[in-house]
């Protein structure tokens, strides 16, 4: 399709783009892109391919065209809160090790910019008294304030 009027869903796909795309369980961004005084609002990023992020969401404005010129933005506030979420796996991954085992192996996640699951493998169930110790080193680590360092890798 070579246009989305106004209210209209659709995938737009620039040449170059900010945005970061669903990968490794973490969700894709979300954010506009802008064109003159009409927006489309991003509801999802994909990947598909190597180069080639598909931005799903709904146009609100007159008419966009391919070609067009337009100023990609991306909500930041939900990156930050999707990014520390990822970090939060990180320590999670490594309280579970500590206290369960180095056994544990992480299994699958999701991370979204209000909460995280992380799926893992372990032998039994935790016990209540695992997980609150789990939860304090976390805590710990979190309170820390470390310096993050973010790296995209394969």
């Given at each position: 399709?070579?246009?989305?009027?106004?209210?209209?869903?659709?995938?737009?796909?620039?040449?170059?783009?900010?945005?970061?795309?669903?990968?490794?369980?973490?969700?894709?961004?979300?954010?506009?892109?802008?064109?003159?005084?009409?927006?489309?609002?991003?509801?999802?990023?994909?990947?598909?391919?190597?180069?080639?992020?598909?931005?799903?969401?709904?146009?609100?404005?007159?008419?966009?065209?391919?070609?067009?010129?337009?100023?990609?933005?991306?909500?930041?506030?939900?990156?930050?809160?999707?990014?520390?979420?990822?970090?939060?796996?990180?320590?999670?991954?490594?309280?579970?090790?500590?206290?369960?085992?180095?056994?544990?192996?992480?299994?699958?996640?999701?991370v979204e910019p209000d909460r995280l699951r992380f799926d893992f493998s372990h032998f039994e169930p935790v016990t209540r008294e695992q997980l609150q110790t789990i939860e304090r080193l976390?805590?710990?680590?979190?309170?820390?304030?470390?310096?993050?360092?973010?790296?995209?890798?394969?």
């Amino acid at each position: 399709m070579e246009t989305l009027g106004g209210g209209e869903r659709g995938m737009v796909v620039l040449d170059r783009t900010p945005f970061y795309a669903e990968s490794g369980g973490q969700v894709g961004d979300v954010g506009l892109i802008k064109l003159s005084g009409d927006r489309f609002e991003v509801e999802d990023t994909q990947k598909q391919g190597q180069d080639v992020y598909l931005h799903t969401g709904r146009f609100r404005g007159d008419v966009l065209r391919v070609g067009d010129q337009v100023t990609p933005k991306v909500d930041a506030q939900k990156r930050e809160a999707t990014a520390l979420n990822h970090s939060a796996t990180h320590l999670l991954h490594s309280a579970l090790r500590r206290v369960l085992g180095d056994h544990v192996q992480q299994k699958g996640s999701l991370v979204e910019p209000d909460r995280l699951r992380f799926d893992f493998s372990h032998f039994e169930p935790v016990t209540r008294e695992q997980l609150q110790t789990i939860e304090r080193l976390v805590n710990e680590q979190i309170r820390q304030n470390d310096v993050v360092e973010t790296r995209i890798m394969s």
